[in-house]
């Protein structure tokens, strides 16, 4: 029995529309980037760094911002241009001796040491958005890796030993000092390689800071390797050039999963493309851009940009308490405008919404199963999307075993017509039957565009796009509850339970490869006896709940360690979990779920049962032919 299991995680329709970066190595060192998103950066910068008229909080209110990281914190552009003047009092500098202990505070308008950094427009941008000024802490070391940042590392005990003096400091002087918050800026990653020892550490990093008392981290996210002529080596610039990609997205989607860090800024992805070589009048600066001073390093006015929108977004954190939504060129296209939106906890389901959930498709799996048409399924999957029935001739396809209800899939078979459906394409059915979400994608067979396919895992886990109701503009479709990682086999989907708070809706992914995955939707407690449910398609029948002697293959199991840590037949571990929850703003909150329902007495292989009419958007335009449900 244990090796028919594995036909429940076979995902065959893998054409996954991931967002991807736009940006690619090209061997030509140019690129046609729209010089607009420039000079729109720019503008954005000097709008903040002007003075607002903004409201102190007064009662002596003072931020502590610890910065750490590389030498993009530190600054390295020293010709003398484009520094920023600070505003009266946006903020301090704190002073220290060679023992890390504070010895003195100054105005940053006064500061010679942090001018070239992207402190003061960040101080700027923040006191303009939330009338406290900050005392800044630099403790970012040049060059250095997040293996020196970990609780045992020279850096990692140097800014922390800073961040205590500093707050002895203002604690001792309450005559001038009232503290609100502490903050922990950081930009680093040029000198790693981006992988799971890296993200590991970076997680260690911030958890390390929140233990020593940080209130929330900030991160910045790095740039672009700069790309100049004249190499010898192009193959070993690639390779850098890709490292430097990677990283970019490892931290991106590092803060979209967890709430260890938000993600305030995503300019030096944008200025590092910047193709303008940049000459002083006097022929004197040697410089390769406007924003590049070389390959790594960015220019004080680049920094002046990265700074400004880092301290504007934190500050938008900081008043509200969400991630704030920033507009992300290096993932945009040519159809909508990318938004970067961060980790959010909140829950996305209305109570409401939550009862109808479960009672939309308790009534859908319990007449299914009556019939007899419901069935676990890989062929054809569109077919069953749509709700025409799937003939399946042999109890074998392509040399796949193909399992039914009883324990004896020779035995138990039936030719015949069934709705079919494997464990992803029923996690997409159910969220488009319920509320009309179009968990779908097209795909070319023979020739031919085929609509309506069922998201696979894969597809799940690489941050589809739906638009966010009432605008104009896309976000992710789901949110990251949390992720477990492992280089072992170690996790099973009950470990989702142990780890997570979890919330009606969510899907619980295992995966270790795109053939070897499987996912449940979390469902909720199970009011007489308290376990928790979960909504499960499998080919392994003896895994489902047994209802009136039966046990169906697509049905509600409870999530329970017995079930999925130590059954007999379902103690699968994977290498990755995901938990995944409907982002906030895809539904209106008044909106309870739609009305339709499938009659399955009038299924048939030509015609579906039902139209797909998703009554939640009145206000978007939808073609006849449902072509934007379409990805490629």
């Known amino acids: 029995m244990r090796k028919y299991f594995l036909v429940c995680l076979l995902l065959f329709f893998l054409f996954p529309f991931s967002v991807k970066a736009l940006v690619y190595y090209d061997s030509s060192k140019s690129y046609s980037f729209d010089s607009s998103e420039i000079q729109s950066a720019i503008s954005e910068m000097q709008q903040e760094q002007s003075v607002q008229n903004v409201s102190s909080k007064g009662n002596k209110l003072v931020d502590i911002v610890i910065f750490a990281g590389q030498s993009n914190m530190v600054g390295k552009d020293n010709s003398g241009r484009n520094t920023i003047s600070s505003i009266t009092n946006s903020g301090f500098e704190m002073r220290f001796n060679s023992k890390q202990q504070a010895v003195g505070i100054k105005y940053l308008s006064n500061s010679t040491d942090l001018k070239t950094s992207l402190i003061p427009a960040f101080a700027n941008a923040y006191y303009n958005n939330t009338g406290v000024p900050i005392i800044a802490v630099q403790t970012a070391v040049s060059g250095s890796k997040i293996s020196s940042w970990q609780k045992n590392g020279k850096n990692y005990k140097n800014a922390i030993a800073k961040m205590k003096s500093t707050i002895s400091y203002v604690e001792s002087h309450p005559e001038n000092f009232n503290l609100r918050n502490i903050y ?122 990265i700074g400004s929108e880092a301290g504007k977004n934190a500050a938008s954190y900081v008043n509200t308490g969400t991630p704030p939504m920033i507009k992300d060129v290096e993932y945009a296209n040519g159809s909508y405008d990318f938004y970067y939106t961060g980790y959010d906890s909140s829950l996305s389901f209305t109570e409401e919404q939550k009862d109808f959930f479960y009672d939309k498709s308790r009534e859908f799996v319990r007449e299914g199963n009556q019939s007899g048409l419901l069935q676990y399924g890989i062929l054809s999957k569109y077919k069953a999307y749509q709700l025409q029935t799937v003939y399946y001739p042999s109890y074998k396809y392509n040399g796949t ?35 009309g979400l179009p968990f779908d994608y097209a795909r070319i067979v023979d ?157 048939n292989n030509n015609i579906p049962a039902y139209q797909f009419i998703p009554k939640y958007i009145d206000n978007t335009v939808v073609s006849n032919d449902l072509s934007w449900t379409m990805h490629y």
């Not at 493309?273 to 040697?286: F, I």
Request: charged share 20%; glycine share 6%.
């Open 447 to 603: 020739g031919q565009v085929v609509n309506h396919n069922p998201w696979s895992t894969s597809q799940y886990l690489s941050q589809p796009q739906s638009p966010k109701y009432g605008t104009n503009y896309f976000i992710n479709t789901f949110k990251y509850v949390g992720e477990l990682k492992s280089t072992k086999k170690k996790y099973t989907l009950y470990s989702a339970k142990q780890k997570f708070k979890l919330s009606t809706g969510d899907l619980i992914i295992g995966k270790n490869s795109d053939t070897d995955a499987h996912i449940v939707i979390y469902i909720g407690k199970v009011k007489k006896n308290k376990k928790d449910l979960v909504l499960n398609s499998t080919s392994v029948a003896e895994h489902n709940i047994k209802v009136d002697g039966k046990r169906y293959h697509i049905d509600y199991a409870y999530l329970t360690k017995d079930n999925f840590d130590n059954a007999k037949n379902f103690s699968h571990t994977y290498k990755n979990i995901t938990v995944l929850r409907l982002n906030n703003g895809i539904m209106p909150d008044n909106f309870i779920g739609n009305d339709y329902t499938v009659d399955f007495s009038k299924l």
């Open 184 to 305: 922990f800026v950081w930009y680093q990653g040029e000198s790693d390689t981006p992988n799971l020892t890296y993200e590991n550490n970076l997680q260690k990093l911030f958890q390390n800071t929140k233990e020593a008392g940080v209130d929330q981290n900030f991160l910045i996210r790095i740039g672009h390797l700069y790309q100049t002529t004249g190499t010898s080596n192009d193959n070993l610039e690639k390779q850098k050039f890709n490292r430097y990609t990677n990283m970019i997205k490892l931290q991106t989607e590092f803060t979209r999963k967890n709430d260890l860090a938000i993600l305030v800024s995503t300019k030096a992805a944008l200025l590092s493309l910047e193709k303008n070589p940049s000459v002083a009048a006097d022929g004197s600066l040697n410089q390769i851009s406007d924003m590049m001073i070389d390959q790594v390093h960015f220019s004080q006015m680049a920094l002046n940009i």
């Open 401 to 435: 075993t193909i399992m039914y209800m009883g324990k004896n899939n020779k035995k138990d078979f039936k030719k015949g017509n069934y709705l079919g459906f494997d464990c992803s394409g029923f996690a997409s059915f159910i969220y488009h039957y319920v509320f």
